[in-house]
T-cell receptor, first 114, second 114 residues
Framework: KAGVTQTPRYLIKTRGQQVTLSCSPI?????VSWYQQTPGQGLQFLFEYFSETQRNKGNFPGRFSGRQFSNSRSEMNVSTLELGDSALYLC?????????????FGPGTRLTVT | AQSVTQLDSQVPVFEEAPVELRCNYS??????LFWYVQYPNQGLQLLLKYLSGSTLVKGINGFEAEFNKSQTSFHLRKPSVHISDTAEYFC????????????FGGGTRLMVKP
Protein backbone atom coordinates (compact mmCIF):
# COMPACT_ATOMS: atom_id res chain seq x y z
CA LYS A 1 0.00 0.00 0.00
CA ALA A 2 1.45 3.36 -0.96
CA GLY A 3 2.31 5.72 1.87
CA VAL A 4 1.39 9.33 2.42
CA THR A 5 2.70 11.53 -0.37
CA GLN A 6 3.35 15.24 -0.19
CA THR A 7 4.09 17.64 -3.00
CA PRO A 8 6.21 19.50 -3.59
CA ARG A 9 9.07 18.28 -1.38
CA TYR A 10 10.89 21.61 -1.46
CA LEU A 11 9.65 25.12 -2.04
CA ILE A 12 11.19 28.57 -1.93
CA LYS A 13 8.91 31.58 -1.69
CA THR A 14 9.29 35.29 -1.07
CA ARG A 15 7.82 37.10 1.91
CA GLY A 16 4.30 38.29 1.16
CA GLN A 17 3.53 35.56 -1.35
CA GLN A 18 1.14 32.69 -0.76
CA VAL A 19 1.75 28.96 -1.04
CA THR A 20 -0.29 25.79 -1.40
CA LEU A 21 0.95 22.40 -0.24
CA SER A 22 -0.65 19.10 -1.16
CA CYS A 23 -1.07 15.82 0.68
CA SER A 24 -2.41 12.50 -0.58
CA PRO A 25 -3.30 10.12 2.26
CA ILE A 26 -2.96 6.37 2.34
CA UNK A 27 -5.75 4.72 0.39
CA UNK A 28 -8.77 4.26 2.64
CA UNK A 29 -7.67 6.84 5.19
CA UNK A 30 -10.21 9.62 5.57
CA UNK A 31 -8.51 11.80 8.14
CA VAL A 32 -5.66 14.14 7.27
CA SER A 33 -3.75 16.22 9.80
CA TRP A 34 -1.09 18.86 9.23
CA TYR A 35 1.85 19.74 11.45
CA GLN A 36 4.50 22.43 11.30
CA GLN A 37 8.04 21.56 12.40
CA THR A 38 10.58 24.27 13.18
CA PRO A 39 13.80 24.21 15.19
CA GLY A 40 12.44 26.76 17.64
CA GLN A 41 8.86 25.59 18.20
CA GLY A 42 9.20 21.90 17.41
CA LEU A 43 6.24 19.97 16.07
CA GLN A 44 2.96 21.83 16.28
CA PHE A 45 -0.49 20.75 15.19
CA LEU A 46 -2.08 22.93 12.52
CA PHE A 47 -5.43 21.30 11.75
CA GLU A 48 -7.24 18.07 10.95
CA TYR A 49 -9.73 17.34 8.20
CA PHE A 50 -12.20 14.50 7.97
CA SER A 51 -14.87 14.10 5.30
CA GLU A 52 -14.04 17.53 3.90
CA THR A 53 -14.67 19.18 7.28
CA GLN A 54 -12.17 20.73 9.62
CA ARG A 55 -12.43 18.79 12.89
CA ASN A 56 -9.75 20.39 14.95
CA LYS A 57 -7.50 23.42 14.72
CA GLY A 58 -4.27 24.38 16.41
CA ASN A 59 -3.19 27.78 17.58
CA PHE A 60 -2.13 29.35 14.29
CA PRO A 61 -3.21 32.63 12.67
CA GLY A 62 -5.89 32.75 10.02
CA ARG A 63 -3.24 32.99 7.31
CA PHE A 64 -3.01 29.22 7.62
CA SER A 65 -5.93 27.40 6.07
CA GLY A 66 -6.71 24.06 4.58
CA ARG A 67 -9.25 21.99 2.81
CA GLN A 68 -10.00 18.41 1.97
CA PHE A 69 -11.46 17.00 -1.18
CA SER A 70 -13.94 14.18 -1.65
CA ASN A 71 -11.09 11.75 -2.42
CA SER A 72 -9.53 12.66 0.98
CA ARG A 73 -6.62 14.52 -0.57
CA SER A 74 -5.86 17.67 1.35
CA GLU A 75 -4.24 21.01 0.68
CA MET A 76 -3.00 23.64 3.07
CA ASN A 77 -2.54 27.25 2.14
CA VAL A 78 -0.46 29.94 3.76
CA SER A 79 -1.13 33.49 2.66
CA THR A 80 1.06 36.55 3.11
CA LEU A 81 4.12 34.51 3.94
CA GLU A 82 6.42 35.61 6.72
CA LEU A 83 10.03 34.60 7.32
CA GLY A 84 8.88 32.66 10.38
CA ASP A 85 6.76 30.40 8.21
CA SER A 86 9.91 28.67 7.01
CA ALA A 87 9.46 25.13 8.24
CA LEU A 88 8.95 21.51 7.40
CA TYR A 89 5.23 20.90 6.92
CA LEU A 90 4.18 17.36 7.66
CA CYS A 91 0.97 15.68 6.70
CA UNK A 92 -0.39 12.60 8.46
CA UNK A 93 -3.27 10.34 7.59
CA UNK A 94 -5.27 7.91 9.65
CA UNK A 95 -8.39 5.86 9.72
CA UNK A 96 -11.02 7.10 12.09
CA UNK A 97 -12.54 3.76 12.78
CA UNK A 98 -12.05 2.91 16.41
CA UNK A 99 -9.09 3.72 18.55
CA UNK A 100 -6.27 4.38 18.51
CA UNK A 101 -6.00 6.79 15.71
CA UNK A 102 -2.55 5.78 14.61
CA UNK A 103 -1.15 8.33 12.22
CA UNK A 104 1.12 7.77 9.27
CA PHE A 105 3.31 10.67 8.25
CA GLY A 106 4.49 11.77 4.86
CA PRO A 107 8.05 12.96 4.12
CA GLY A 108 7.06 16.60 4.43
CA THR A 109 7.37 19.74 2.36
CA ARG A 110 10.25 22.00 3.29
CA LEU A 111 9.21 25.61 2.79
CA THR A 112 11.81 28.35 2.79
CA VAL A 113 10.62 31.95 2.87
CA THR A 114 13.15 34.59 1.82
CA ALA B 1 -4.37 20.74 28.25
CA GLN B 2 -1.71 18.21 27.45
CA SER B 3 2.02 18.66 27.47
CA VAL B 4 5.04 16.46 26.87
CA THR B 5 8.55 16.97 28.19
CA GLN B 6 11.54 15.17 26.81
CA LEU B 7 14.18 15.74 29.41
CA ASP B 8 17.24 15.31 27.20
CA SER B 9 17.72 17.23 23.98
CA GLN B 10 20.73 15.09 23.02
CA VAL B 11 21.88 11.66 24.12
CA PRO B 12 25.30 10.45 22.97
CA VAL B 13 25.96 6.75 23.36
CA PHE B 14 28.45 4.22 22.08
CA GLU B 15 27.40 1.49 19.70
CA GLU B 16 26.10 -1.68 21.42
CA ALA B 17 25.47 0.20 24.68
CA PRO B 18 21.96 0.43 26.19
CA VAL B 19 20.02 3.66 25.97
CA GLU B 20 17.01 5.27 27.64
CA LEU B 21 15.23 8.31 26.26
CA ARG B 22 13.03 9.98 28.83
CA CYS B 23 9.52 11.31 28.35
CA ASN B 24 7.11 12.80 30.86
CA TYR B 25 3.60 13.96 30.08
CA SER B 26 0.77 15.80 31.73
CA UNK B 27 -2.89 15.30 30.98
CA UNK B 28 -6.12 15.45 32.90
CA UNK B 29 -7.64 12.41 31.21
CA UNK B 30 -6.57 8.95 30.14
CA UNK B 31 -3.89 9.17 27.50
CA UNK B 32 -2.52 7.39 24.52
CA LEU B 33 1.25 7.60 24.19
CA PHE B 34 3.50 7.27 21.18
CA TRP B 35 7.16 7.29 20.23
CA TYR B 36 8.14 8.39 16.74
CA VAL B 37 11.54 8.43 15.04
CA GLN B 38 12.65 10.90 12.40
CA TYR B 39 15.67 10.28 10.20
CA PRO B 40 17.28 13.22 8.38
CA ASN B 41 15.11 14.70 5.65
CA GLN B 42 12.30 12.29 6.34
CA GLY B 43 8.90 12.27 8.01
CA LEU B 44 8.02 10.57 11.27
CA GLN B 45 7.86 6.81 11.68
CA LEU B 46 5.92 5.20 14.51
CA LEU B 47 8.14 3.11 16.81
CA LEU B 48 5.54 2.02 19.33
CA LYS B 49 2.36 3.05 21.09
CA TYR B 50 0.60 2.61 24.41
CA LEU B 51 -3.17 2.49 24.32
CA SER B 52 -4.17 0.38 27.31
CA GLY B 53 -3.34 -2.92 28.95
CA SER B 54 0.22 -4.05 29.55
CA THR B 55 2.44 -1.19 30.61
CA LEU B 56 5.45 -2.63 28.77
CA VAL B 57 5.15 -1.98 25.08
CA LYS B 58 7.42 -3.45 22.44
CA GLY B 59 7.97 -1.74 19.13
CA ILE B 60 9.99 -2.00 15.98
CA ASN B 61 13.79 -2.14 15.70
CA GLY B 62 14.18 -3.60 19.21
CA PHE B 63 12.77 -0.62 21.07
CA GLU B 64 10.44 -0.87 24.04
CA ALA B 65 8.80 1.58 26.41
CA GLU B 66 7.16 1.40 29.80
CA PHE B 67 4.09 3.37 30.77
CA ASN B 68 4.22 4.53 34.38
CA LYS B 69 0.99 6.24 35.36
CA SER B 70 2.09 7.27 38.84
CA GLN B 71 5.17 9.00 37.46
CA THR B 72 3.43 10.14 34.27
CA SER B 73 6.32 8.79 32.25
CA PHE B 74 6.79 6.80 29.07
CA HIS B 75 10.52 6.21 28.71
CA LEU B 76 11.95 4.56 25.60
CA ARG B 77 14.67 1.94 25.92
CA LYS B 78 16.87 -0.21 23.75
CA PRO B 79 19.31 -2.75 25.20
CA SER B 80 21.91 -2.39 22.45
CA VAL B 81 21.99 0.45 19.93
CA HIS B 82 23.39 0.50 16.41
CA ILE B 83 24.87 3.30 14.35
CA SER B 84 21.67 3.20 12.28
CA ASP B 85 19.63 4.25 15.33
CA THR B 86 21.11 7.73 15.09
CA ALA B 87 18.04 9.94 14.61
CA GLU B 88 15.63 12.29 16.36
CA TYR B 89 13.07 10.68 18.64
CA PHE B 90 9.75 12.26 19.57
CA CYS B 91 7.37 11.35 22.33
CA UNK B 92 3.72 12.28 21.72
CA UNK B 93 0.45 12.16 23.61
CA UNK B 94 -3.17 12.10 22.60
CA UNK B 95 -6.41 11.34 24.41
CA UNK B 96 -10.01 10.55 23.71
CA UNK B 97 -10.92 14.24 23.58
CA UNK B 98 -8.11 15.28 21.25
CA UNK B 99 -9.22 13.50 18.13
CA UNK B 100 -6.22 12.97 15.92
CA UNK B 101 -4.29 15.85 17.42
CA UNK B 102 -0.91 14.79 18.77
CA UNK B 103 1.03 16.89 21.23
CA PHE B 104 4.74 16.33 20.78
CA GLY B 105 7.71 16.73 23.04
CA GLY B 106 10.69 18.74 21.91
CA GLY B 107 12.58 15.70 20.67
CA THR B 108 15.75 13.89 21.68
CA ARG B 109 18.64 13.55 19.27
CA LEU B 110 20.22 10.13 19.73
CA MET B 111 23.81 10.08 18.56
CA VAL B 112 25.36 6.63 18.36
CA LYS B 113 29.13 6.65 18.21
CA PRO B 114 31.33 3.80 16.96
Amino acid sequence: KAGVTQTPRYLIKTRGQQVTLSCSPISGHRSVSWYQQTPGQGLQFLFEYFSETQRNKGNFPGRFSGRQFSNSRSEMNVSTLELGDSALYLCASSTVQGLPREQYFGPGTRLTVT
Amino acid sequence: AQSVTQLDSQVPVFEEAPVELRCNYSSSVSVYLFWYVQYPNQGLQLLLKYLSGSTLVKGINGFEAEFNKSQTSFHLRKPSVHISDTAEYFCAVSDQNAGNMLTFGGGTRLMVKP
